[in-house]
């Protein structure tokens, strides 16, 4: 099954310590018989950052912190092993918070929904 895991790290990190944590992560997936993509930044200058360090302010704080860098990784993985995963997870450190979905099938665009034929 595919899911996506975005993860907000520590702001002090340096870019060497953020590559680290990432392949930690895709590690730790693959550890768990899964397969990982390379980590994007969700948020950087080019995609709406705050500023030119990429950090992202919160608009509460997150175990004392007020902004961080937010990562994104597809990745495939048994259902069952989530949990194992998330255990995992909530014990690294650098990691303020993470959210894992089940990734999204497209839906047709709104304009081919609406040149159906309605039904009488």
């Known amino acids: ?31 768990l018989g899964g397969a990982a993509q390379s980590a994007e930044r969700t948020f950087s200058v080019e995609r709406g950052g705050t500023d030119e360090n990429n950090l992202r302010k919160f608009a509460f704080p997150i175990k004392h912190y007020r902004q961080g860098y937010y990562y994104t990784v597809i990745f495939d993985l048994e259902a069952n092993k989530l949990k194992e995963l998330d255990v ?32 009488a």
């Open 88 to 119: 995992i997870l909530q014990r690294e450190a650098e990691i303020l918070r993470f959210l894992v979905v089940k990734d999204f099938v497209e839906l047709p665009a709104i304009e081919e929904l609406n040149q159906e034929e309605p039904k």
């Open 1 to 31: 099954m595919t899911y996506e895991i975005t993860y907000i790290v520590k702001p002090e990190l340096t870019n060497e310590e953020q590559d680290a944590l990432n392949q930690k992560v895709a590690g730790h997936i693959a550890s």
